[in-house]
């Protein structure tokens, strides 16, 4: 398995970080023998850095929803803020924001002189062209979630009004005015993630798709060419921030089935995601040991169940569920060095995330019980149900569990279009890891379980959880918001989702490139790396 | 899904029986789609085709191929590209497998599935194909536990792989104290690169062999004259040793540590020798041995650290052994197919936890373990000129008509709601564990010494 990017924001298996090849799952992992080839450093006019990445699904920041995708649109198109490093919010192409009406209106102001890389204006027209694309009723951005508490969009993407004018989004030559149905407490947050990023009229006015190198960027770089194996980027010379310090980046596609490490020790790569397997012995290597970096991921892992059909539209099922397994227990003996086992569906360090164990009660007792009480006394009358794994590590022991305490027969599945079944037809049971747009509880919440969110992928709905949700939104302070607390309460009795693991990952960095660190959402900004 | 799609067309034909209107406006409840088998074709390192025809109706969501791979506990789904109109429809699927993707002797069940649009599923009848490697017109001989596929060599070659693989099923299942019922498949190679074809571009250079023990097979590289070569007496010992380990630990919640698995491999197959005494005693001396827990998972590349990690994981278990008695192995063993954590494993078995069974060892070689190289944090790199200054506080409302500028002044002046997000990372860091032990329980592959 080679390393792909961590998905982000969005749908992300940790298996998905590797080239794997889910048909077959027998990808056989390489440890090409070796001569330690120390990294060199390299000469100081070094212009070009290599990558290995992931093939992306779509370069369209609107199209694009997993965190491998993301981290090209995000070199290509620049949203308006940024989070940097240490996980503050950033102007990017807005050098500031007003807010206003009791948080309900945000006025971006764009800095002067933005230009796309072909040399055209980028003004707020632009930003409000490229945000509609999001929530295009004929082909809405699977994280329009985001953007639904601004005025008018749930509307507008559904069709029932078609006058763009009604969105409360509006531009006046750099000013781009967001009205807002809610006290908007992290809308500029949220607009940070590559799915904000704008694209040229070409795109948005013009119908243009986003291909390799076919439209002009607002991002730090521009597709410069592409192959079977390579994309190569080149820098922006017209980026709001100036040209960034590496003139190429080649994002490597495929190393041929070897593995990253080899890939690394070979100084074909000088950055790649590894395997928290390898990266035991590579932190008591004399010269592997220095470059390994440890990749923070604001991410969750969680299971899921559809709830709008049976058996997981009983409550009761999906209380015995998880009364019957040990979740805690089994995330233990499932973490690998770079994953804790959760205890809610927030990541821990993320305001929110609240105080305590949000997972269901362990009481197979209890568990048998309700299953009997919804017709299901042993497990019988329930047919084998279809547990659509997505590489998570535990499946087979949750399947384990669920069977001796339950009765139940659970057949494990791995679809080669794992994410487009979630969205348009979910298994009775099905996980997912998700991995943060924006540091906010909401993202974890009210995104993937809210009432209609494009992002529920079980369709779990509970006046409850988005009362708690509105109310957890509307306070000045996310950190103490008691709104979240209760939602997360809604989630652990009604058990829509389990939550599982949080964790990221390990990378290997050469020791000369500066900057190539995370900051938790799952991206790497090359406009920020640079030689030594 | 089945059952529930099976009860509405039964309802469906009894209105019929009564309504006879509804025979004329519901054909579509009235015919059931219908997929048949897949007929399925290998080509050896290229790929396997699956084919089949089905007859579609309106209710038709999706088609797609179930394979369930032997060894496999997870089935993989596949959506099948075809038109979705009712009426006859021709299905294919191809499964490619270039080298290293498929090992042969695979066995691989394949069915047809209808999803149709209420989300109930029709599914075909399974066909079973075994991916085999057609290079070679095999030969077999059965041992009591092994049966050797092999090529070259003779029926006196094939015995002799056959004792020598039944002679170390026996070692070891004493030692584990398991019982090997189900037949192991141990195909020999006579020509390196076909080998290599098998173990794909990432293995390394010097594999003589490899287990497979989701499929419970052997594959080994063995010209026809070196059968009684020592290394091969080593190598078929080795590898099998991982089949019968991989049985008796085998659970679903945790997989042993690398070192471990090796260790009782190089034990049972060369013993503790001198030069895995000396690769210990010098690495000792030099400060250079790498803890336990580095060798959860992988072992490094470089072969000096490779030959080391097996010193190490066999010094380990003969430390095991020799204080503990070969009693522990078992009761380690059991223990593990029990699926507990690492160290209950070994407080069960020994009465110490895996740290202070590792203490004990360093102890025992005069050895300490000095601090990693790593993880660093990456050296800081270029960011834009308004980036500096304090923190612009996601999440946090300003007042009415504040003004937040890049510098990040938050001048709502209440003081009120402000979240330091700089805590963040350090946060995120505070839990996640700094453990360098990463076992991979995907991760079968053994790989000999050469």
């Avoid at chain 1, 006025?107 to 980028?122: E, K």
């Avoid at chain 2, 085999?132 to 060599?153: A, I, K, M, N, P």
């Avoid at chain 2, 299942?173 to 074809?197: C, H, M, N, Q, W």
């Avoid at chain 2, 998972?297 to 080391?308: Q, W, Y």
Wanted: aromatic share 8%.
């Amino acid at each position: 398995m080679t390393p792909n990017r961590i998905q982000r924001g969005r749908p992300y298996t940790p298996a998905m970080r590797r080239l794997v090849c889910v048909a077959l799952l027998l990808a056989v992992v390489g440890l090409a023998v070796g001569r330690h080839v120390a990294p060199v450093a390299q000469a100081a006019a070094r212009d070009a850095v290599s990558i290995l990445v992931g093939p992306p699904t779509s370069l369209d920041p609107a199209v694009e929803s997993d965190v491998g995708s993301a981290f090209f649109s995000s070199q290509l198109f620049e949203p308006l803020t940024a989070f940097d490093l240490s996980l503050t919010l950033r102007p990017a192409l807005a050098r500031s924001w007003d807010i206003a009406g009791d948080g309900r209106r945000i006025i971006f102001h764009l800095r002067a002189g933005l230009v796309f890389s072909d040399g055209s204006s980028l003004t707020g027209a632009d930003v409000v062209g490229s945000w509609l694309r999001v929530i295009n009723p004929r082909a809405p951005s699977q994280l329009a979630s985001l953007f639904m508490d601004v005025h008018g969009a749930a509307d507008y993407m559904a069709g029932r009004t078609t006058d763009p004018a009604n969105v409360g989004l509006s531009a006046t030559g750099l000013d781009v005015t967001v009205d807002l149905d809610r006290p908007g407490a992290d809308f500029p947050s949220i607009v940070a993630s590559p799915t904000f990023g704008i694209v040229p009229p070409a795109v948005w006015r013009d119908g243009a798709t986003v291909g390799l190198g076919t439209v002009a960027s607002s991002g730090g770089y521009t597709v410069a060419g592409s192959s079977a194996t390579e994309i190569t980027l080149k820098a922006n010379s017209h980026y709001w921030a100036g040209t960034p310090a590496i003139g190429t980046a080649r994002l490597v596609l495929s190393i041929a089935g070897r593995s990253p490490v080899a890939a690394f020790e070979a100084g074909d790569v000088d950055y790649t995601d590894i395997s928290s397997a390898d990266a035991g012995w590579i932190a008591y290597d004399p010269v592997l040991g220095p470059q390994l970096r440890r990749v923070q991921a604001l991410a969750l892992s969680y299971l899921g169940f559809t709830t709008d059909r049976p058996p997981f539209n009983d409550v009761r099922v999906r209380q015995a569920f998880g009364a019957a397994v040990d979740w805690t227990r089994i995330s233990t003996l499932a973490a690998g060095s770079d994953q804790v086992p959760a205890e809610g569906m927030v990541p821990p360090g993320i305001p929110g995330a609240g105080d305590g164990n949000f997972l269901p009660t362990h009481d197979p007792d209890l568990a048998r019980r309700l299953l009997a009480e919804a017709g299901y006394p042993g497990g019988v009358g329930l047919p084998p149900i279809q547990f659509a794994a997505g590489g998570l590590g535990p499946a087979e022991a949750i399947a384990a569990d669920l069977e001796r305490e339950l009765g139940v027969t659970i057949k494990l599945e791995e679809y080669d279009d794992h994410f487009g079944h979630l969205q348009t037809d979910p298994a009775p049971m099905w996980s997912l890891t998700w991995i943060a747009d924006y540091p906010g509880a909401n993202d974890f919440l009210g995104v993937l379980l809210g009432t209609g969110s494009t992002n529920n992928y079980g369709h779990w709905s509970s006046p409850a959880f988005d009362s708690a949700i509105t109310d957890a939104l509307a306070t000045r302070d996310p950190a103490a918001a008691e709104g979240f607390t209760r939602a997360l309460k809604a989630v652990r009795d009604d058990v829509p989702v389990v939550p599982l693991l949080n964790g990221g990952g390990w990378a290997l960095s050469h020791g000369t490139l500066l900057g190539a660190d995370e900051n938790g959402l799952g991206i790497l900004r090359l406009a920020g790396l640079a030689w030594k | 899904m089945e059952m529930t799609r099976g009860r509405r067309r039964f309802l469906a034909l009894g209105f019929a029986a009564v309504a006879a209107v509804l025979m004329s406006v519901s054909p579509t409840l009235a015919a059931s789609p219908v997929v048949g088998a897949p007929n399925a074709s290998v080509k050896f390192l290229s790929a396997v085709t699956f084919t089949g025809t089905a007859t579609l109706t309106s209710d038709v969501a999706r088609v797609e191929l179930v394979l369930d791979l032997e060894g496999s506990t997870r089935s993989v789904v596949a959506d099948v590209n075809v038109a979705l109109k009712p009426g006859p429809a021709d299905l294919s699927y191809v499964l490619e497998s270039p080298s290293g993707a498929l090992v042969p002797g695979t066995a691989i069940s394949a069915s047809f599935r209808l999803v149709l649009k209420d989300g109930s599923t029709v599914a075909g009848p399974v066909t079973t194909v075994h991916y085999t490697d057609t290079r070679y017109l095999w030969q077999t001989v059965s041992g009591e536990f092994v049966r050797v596929y092999y090529t070259e060599g003779g029926a006196a070659f094939g015995r002799r792989a056959a004792t020598i693989g039944d002679d170390a099923i026996r070692q070891v299942s004493a030692l584990l104290g398991v019982t090997e019922t189900a037949p192991i498949k141990f195909y020999i190679y006579a020509d390196r690169t076909a080998f290599y074809d098998v173990l794909g571009p990432a293995a390394r250079e010097n594999v003589g062999g490899e287990a497979h023990p989701e499929i419970r097979t052997l594959f080994a590289n063995i010209g026809p004259d070196a059968i009684n070569d020592p290394w091969v007496g080593v190598v078929i010992p080795h590898e099998l040793t991982h089949l019968v380990f991989d049985t008796a630990v085998k659970n679903p919640y945790h997989y042993p540590p690398r070192w471990l698995n090796e260790g009782i491999a190089v034990y049972l197959s060369e013993s503790y020798g001198n030069s895995d005494r000396s690769a210990m005693a010098d690495a000792a001396r030099k400060g250079t041995l790498m803890p336990l827990e580095a060798l959860t998972g992988e072992f490094p590349t470089a072969r000096d650290g490779f030959l080391l990690a097996y010193s190490e994981s066999v010094s380990a278990v003969s430390f095991l052994v020799d204080h503990y008695g070969r009693g522990a192995m078992a009761a380690l063993a059991r223990a593990y197919a029990g699926g507990v954590t690492d160290d209950e494993a070994f407080k069960a078995a020994l009465g110490t936890g895996l740290v202070g069974f590792e203490d004990a060892w360093l102890k025992a070689n005069g050895a300490t373990v000095l601090p990693p190289y790593g993880p660093e944090n990456a050296p800081a790199g270029p960011a834009p000129s308004d980036w500096a200054g304090a923190p612009l506080r996601p999440g946090m409302i300003p007042a009415e008509r504040s003004s937040i500028s890049p510098a990040g002044t938050n001048d709502d002046g209440t003081g009120n709601g402000d979240r330091d997000t700089t805590g963040l990372i350090p946060g995120i860091l505070a839990v996640i564990v700094v453990g360098v032990a990463g076992g991979l329980l995907a991760r079968r592959l053994r790989r000999a010494r050469s």
